[in-house]
C-alpha cells in the first residue's frame, strides 16, 4: 500500500477552488501509485 501525503496551501473561504486543488493533487498522487492520499485537516474550507 502506498500513502501520498499532500502538503497544499488552501485559500480560506474558496470551497470550489479548494476542491480543484485537492482533485488536482489527487490525480498526481495516483499517477504515482498512490493508494491512498492524505490531506490537512480543514483543507476544503
Not at 502506498?2 to 485537492?22: C, E, F, H, K, Y
Amino acid at each position: 500500500m502506498r500513502i501520498a501525503l499532500a502538503q497544499v496551501n488552501p485559500t480560506v473561504g474558496d470551497l470550489a477552488g479548494n476542491s480543484q486543488l485537492i482533485v488536482g493533487w489527487m490525480k498526481k498522487a495516483r499517477d504515482a501509485g498512490a493508494d491512498i492520499v492524505c490531506f490537512p485537516e480543514l483543507a476544503i474550507t
